[in-house]
């Protein structure tokens, strides 16, 4: 017998190749992909001179004040952020989660309580689907530079996030309990209270929790754009090539997600 | 028998929620936030006059042309940025997941956390640096940061890959590389599509933002347009975000469900 010692799936591979050459080429062009610009003389004296003065990282006194004034900022953002989230987060998830729906249960869908399902999920959607970034640039403009900007702008993505990650969870835990309230007759909030909390109380917890932890990480890339705390003086650093005041906030950015980190994986210990 | 008392709430989690408060509190008096909203409130009509502004998206041809331009632009600096980012990572997990010895893997863990914990926009500013203005500094800044997050999660698939294969191809006289490429990609090269895919959705609405600092592409246009108060430009520009990313996440899913499924 003699055995084919062609790969049966060639052709198949080729094709695909040949069309992501024919797709890439033209992307690669509008991207300007040259990496022979990154071995330009003026450019890498540039980058060269500016990362230069990292070391050593600035230290002194009047700097650092104003170092740990930004950092207190962006963590009070982020945590006044969440807290807005979640009061935006909490009455959208209720409505728009199905495993409240009494009409489920018994199969006579009520279109009013079905419209105002709809109407919460798009909601959801247009809130979580334009990014924090581009809504702090949005805030800015009406709260002026600061952090209420930062604030808004992560009350408003978060909650949207929150609220879709929540009704998932809602949706996606033991439903038997609340099944068995809504069917002996308990209104909707009674069985939220007795029936799906008690099961879905330490996902919901601990992914709020996860969530404050990418609000840090969020708050600091936010203050770019002006919307304060440590982002807002990295940025202001970084226009003035200011190497020893952009290392030490680097370091310092880098340290609070690392302590954001370790708090969140505490906290989330502690409510299993 | 005892009937037992049900206890609310356990002290523990009074305490937690007390903390928790306490610091939402001290976090509103540290911002001065209150102040800083009633201001805001002052300025409700200005507000109101702005957002009324947004509801009326600039839709000129010549406006949508230049829209269009930025969305290829965004597109291209993703698409580039998630491969270079692919390649990078899959060239770091294979030392990163123990195969070249500890000091390989040492080595790769300390710069795939260092690519990972700066965020994309901190990068850009440097590549705007190396790169000059432009769609290229995006892609840098982007295929960094990925190449970090790919990376690791890479090298992790690599770890819970089964061994039995690369085994038996070694114990059968393969070489290295084939064995590899035989005993083990085909176990971790789902995973590793699957995750770069997801990596790209993300990506699409990083890359039109990295714009604001000057790395091409929707979001310098956006930055340009909500500068210049021209409202009605930006919220076009920012549906054609929405729009592109929705489009992402089809194309995406579509491609995992050819791809990673089969």
């Known amino acids: 017998m003699s055995v084919s010692q062609h790969d049966p799936a060639a052709r198949g591979r080729a094709t695909a190749l040949v069309v992501a050459v024919c797709v890439l080429w033209p992307l690669l062009q509008v991207a300007q992909f040259e990496p022979a610009v990154l071995f330009d003389a003026g450019n890498l004296a540039t980058l060269g001179g500016f990362l230069g003065t990292f070391l050593p990282p600035a230290t002194d006194a009047n700097f650092l004040g104003y170092l740990a004034s930004a950092t207190l900022d962006t963590l009070a953002i982020a945590t006044i952020g969440i807290a807005l989230a979640m009061l935006i987060a909490v009455p959208l998830a209720l409505l728009s989660t199905r495993s409240l729906s009494i009409g489920r249960l018994d199969g006579r869908l009520r279109p009013v309580s079905e419209v105002i399902r709809v109407i919460a999920r798009g909601l959801t959607l247009v809130l979580r689907g334009v990014p924090e970034l581009v809504w702090a640039l949005v805030f800015v403009r009406i709260f002026g530079l600061g952090p209420a900007a930062g604030v808004a702008a992560l009350a408003i993505t978060y909650g949207g996030m929150l609220a879709k990650v929540y009704s998932e969870i809602l949706e996606s835990s033991d439903l038997s309990p609340t099944r068995a309230l809504l069917a002996a007759g308990s209104g909707r909030l009674a069985a939220l209270g007795y029936g799906l909390l008690p099961v879905a109380s330490d996902e919901l917890v601990s992914y709020t929790v996860y969530r404050w932890e990418c609000a840090v990480r969020a708050s600091v890339v936010m203050g770019f754009v002006g919307a304060g705390g440590l982002g807002q003086l990295m940025d202001q650093s970084m226009k003035m090539l200011n190497g020893g005041e952009a290392c030490s906030i680097l370091i310092t950015f880098l340290l609070l997600v690392m302590a954001a980190d370790a708090l969140s994986a505490w906290l989330r210990r502690q409510v299993r | ?262």
Not at chain 2, 129 to 144: E, I, K, N, Y
Not at chain 2, 168 to 188: E, I, N, Q, W
Not at chain 2, 234 to 243: C, G, K, N
């Open chain 2, 1 to 262: 028998m005892q009937p037992v008392t049900p206890r609310v709430m356990p002290r523990r989690g009074l305490m937690l929620t007390a903390l928790v408060l306490a610091a939402v509190a001290a976090s509103v008096w540290r911002l001065d936030l209150i102040a800083a909203f009633a201001e805001g409130q002052d300025s409700l009509g200005e507000l109101l006059g702005f957002l009324q502004r947004f509801a009326a998206p600039d839709t000129s041809p010549a406006f949508l042309a230049k829209v269009g331009q930025g969305a290829i632009e965004t597109l291209a600096i993703s698409l580039i940025g998630t491969l270079l980012a692919v390649i990078g990572g899959v060239a770091l997990a294979l030392p990163a997941s123990g195969r070249l010895g500890r000091l390989g893997q040492l080595a790769s863990r300390f710069i795939l956390n260092l690519l990972r914990s700066v965020p994309e926009l901190v990068w850009a500013t440097l590549t705007v640096l190396a790169a000059g203005l432009g769609p290229f500094a995006g892609t840098l800044a982007l295929a960094l940061h990925t190449t970090g997050v790919l990376g690791r999660l890479y090298a992790e698939a690599l770890e819970n890959a089964p061994p039995a294969p690369e085994a038996a191809l070694r114990g059968a006289g393969s070489g290295a590389a084939a064995a590899f490429l035989y005993g083990t990609l085909p176990a971790v090269a789902p995973q590793w599509v699957a995750y770069g895919l997801y990596r790209w959705e993300m990506n699409i609405r990083m890359a039109a933002i990295l714009g604001f600092v000057g790395a091409g592409g929707l979001g310098a246009q956006l930055y340009y347009a909500l500068s210049l108060f021209h409202e009605a430009q930006a919220a076009t520009l920012i549906v054609a975000m929405l729009v592109l990313s929705l489009a992402v996440d089809a194309l995406s899913g579509w491609l995992r469900r050819r791809l990673v499924v089969a």
